[in-house]
């Protein structure tokens, strides 16, 4: 039987959101014909793929109107590419309605990947945005049959609130075979990965620094506080102890995390979407072999429980993520081996991308769209 051909949108300019290239690249690799739609909100770097992709050209200026031109502008994409023989891959809250639209127009399949809790996240607390997106939630997502999301906890999350079971597929990095030695850094350096937002205890981290000795926190990434994290580094006069890397395509990141002691995923309570994330930079740091610092969140709580690769930060106090730090530089990244080592054979791509199959076969043979 001929597979059928998946057209995976999102609102992004798809050049470092690892998720929908491993998604992607997964589906390609399994005989499905993959056509990916993004746009070019923030530039639209080069970028080379097996499969074909386009970014839709928007004229907004403000975030709120781009949101309203993409998916205008992606239903009619939609519309000109979709047929009997699609599946339409919607990936978070600001793609689904084009393809909720057209999946129940033309009666074809549609796969929801949630890759957070959208309408709760912290940069619409309190909006008039965030009522629009949570009226689009409720009344899109109870019908939606085929979804998958993140964490376990957002997975629990939606089936409360909503009824719906979505499969969990981590974003969890493909297994790396780590055979290259530890290196004896001097001083010793601690690595944020991601976006610079707020909510990610980036500048308590940096706060922290004024209570270790001998280590340099390196920030590898880009986002709306970076200016005034580094403003902060000035006035605190830390300026020989952190570094601002910038924003680093995936392949230059994969290269730097296995070279550090330490890393970190300080997330702070900032509403339910943060609450119940498993961030991706847990994983990628367990495949890189590098203990991390965590925070005493529930996806976090659950990862340390299981495999001991790295330590639970007590709270947000500088003085309290400088000892989480310093516990692990004293143990030594060495001693996290034989743990970080249980947990990269479990929490890889090659474990996740057999659920992911698993739903775009059953969407496959769907006999019902939606649920009635």
Not at 239 to 262: A, H, S
Request: with cysteine; net charge positive.
């Amino acid at each position: 039987m001929q597979r059928k051909k998946i057209i995976t949108s999102a609102f992004s300019n798809l050049c470092t959101d690892q998720r929908i290239e491993k998604v992607c690249r997964t589906l390609y690799e399994n005989g499905y014909e993959v056509e990916l739609i993004g746009n070019d909100w923030n530039g639209a770097e080069k970028m080379s793929r097996p499969y074909s992709f386009s970014r839709i050209k928007l004229i907004s200026t403000s975030l709120k109107t781009a949101y309203f031109e993409f998916n205008w502008k992606l239903y009619h994409e939609l519309k000109k590419k979709a047929d009997k023989n699609t599946i339409l891959h919607a990936n978070d809250l600001d793609a689904l309605l084009p393809n909720y639209v057209l999946a129940k127009k033309l009666n074809i399949p549609l796969i929801f990947d949630s890759h957070e809790i959208f309408s709760e996240m912290p940069a619409i607390q309190g909006k008039m945005s965030q009522k629009l997106w949570r009226y689009l939630e409720k009344n899109l997502v109870p019908k939606i049959k085929f979804m998958i999301t993140a964490s376990s906890g957002y997975a629990n999350w939606f089936k409360n609130k909503y009824g719906i079971d979505p499969v969990v597929v981590q974003n969890a990095p493909r297994k790396l075979n780590f055979e290259q030695e530890i290196p004896e850094n001097n001083p010793k350096i601690l690595l944020y990965q991601g976006a610079i937002n707020p909510f990610r205890g980036i500048d308590k981290a940096i706060l922290a620094m004024h209570h270790l000795n001998n280590v340099i926190f390196k920030i590898a990434g880009d986002g709306p506080k970076k200016k005034e994290y580094e403003e902060l580094v000035i006035k605190e006069n830390l300026q020989e102890k952190v570094q601002f890397l910038g924003k680093l395509l995936p392949e230059d990141l994969r290269k730097i995390t296995p070279t550090v002691d330490c890393g970190m995923s300080i997330e702070e309570n900032g509403g339910e979407s943060y609450f119940y994330s498993l961030p991706n930079k847990v994983l990628d740091c367990i495949q890189a072999r590098v203990p991390v610092i965590l925070s005493n969140l529930p996806e976090m709580q659950n990862i340390k429980r299981q495999f001991d690769i790295g330590e639970i930060i007590k709270n947000h106090e500088p003085e309290n993520i400088a000892l989480a730090i310093q516990t692990i530089l004293n143990r030594g990244r060495e001693n996290y081996q034989p743990e970080l080592e249980k947990a990269a054979n479990i929490l890889c791509w090659e474990n996740e991308e057999v659920k992911l199959l698993q739903v775009f076969e059953r969407a496959s043979n769907f006999a019902v769209s939606f649920k009635q």
